[in-house]
């Protein structure tokens, strides 16, 4: 069974830091990952999609990285902004272009 | 980027009713979208695959007879949940694949604003 594991589950910082949101995968059969972000009640936005064969991609203030061998994807956000506040979700991109969602991680940036 | 639109947005119906939902790609053509359930607090779940001209594949424990899905052309594939009832409540997301040409097969999805449907 294919899990994908988001940590932390939660996450309250003040605004200014720079954050970073972790995603791990089990199995290794990987051909994208996809970090999206949601706010309550809508649905997703994609933020950042790293193909198999990269390591990592970045916007504006986004950088997320791929490590197909150690099973894992990382979000960096620097400079955190209230307006950042929102859950994020990785999604584990699997043959069929189906996607295996982690938990995700509730982020507040506080003013 | 991409545009998917959903309609409904929300939708409220009597227990034993069916209700559907439409998802939209506005601003291109998707041969593949997807569905997905999101219960309160909790990720995404697959629900099928919709596939243009073709039957719909259904993950495990997903009932088909319930959840009819039609794909009937590149911009729009609909969910029908039949006899709805309370326990099917639920937050309904779709999402369809943008295919670029000559580009890498395994592309990137784009979501729809969902359907929170509320079954009383």
């Known amino acids: 069974k294919q899990e994908v594991t988001q940590i932390p589950a939660a996450l309250s910082v003040p605004e200014g830091e720079n954050l970073v949101l972790n995603c791990s995968f089990t199995?290794?059969?990987?051909?994208?990952l996809q970090w999206f972000r949601q706010d309550p009640g809508k649905g997703l936005t994609s933020l950042l999609l790293?193909?198999?064969?990269?390591r990592e991609q970045t916007s504006g203030r986004l950088n997320a990285s791929l490590d197909k061998s150690s099973g894992r994807s990382t979000l960096y956000i620097a400079a955190s902004q209230p307006g950042d506040s929102a859950t994020y979700l990785c999604g584990k991109g699997n043959a069929g272009n189906m996607l295996t969602f982690g938990g995700g991680t509730r982020l507040m940036v506080k003013p | 980027g991409a545009v998917v639109s959903q309609h409904p947005s929300w939708v409220i119906c009597k227990s034993g009713t069916s209700v559907k939902i439409e998802c939209r790609s506005l601003d291109f053509q998707a041969t593949t979208m997807f569905w997905y359930r999101q219960f309160p607090k909790q990720s995404l779940m697959l629900m099928a695959t919709?596939?243009?001209?073709?039957?719909?594949?259904?993950e495990q424990g997903v009932e088909k007879d319930k959840f009819l899905i039609n794909h009937a052309s590149l911009t729009l594939s609909t969910l029908t949940v039949t006899s709805a009832h309370p326990e099917d409540s639920s937050f309904y997301i779709c999402?369809?694949?943008?295919?670029?040409?000559?580009?890498?097969?395994?592309?990137?999805?784009?979501f729809g604003p969902g359907t929170r449907l509320t079954v009383l």
């Open positions: 999402s369809a694949i943008s295919w670029v040409a000559g580009g890498n097969s395994y592309n990137e999805q784009f």
């Open positions: 199995d290794s059969a990987i051909y994208n």
């Open positions: 790293i193909q198999s064969s990269q």
């Open positions: 919709s596939n243009e001209g073709s039957k719909a594949t259904y």
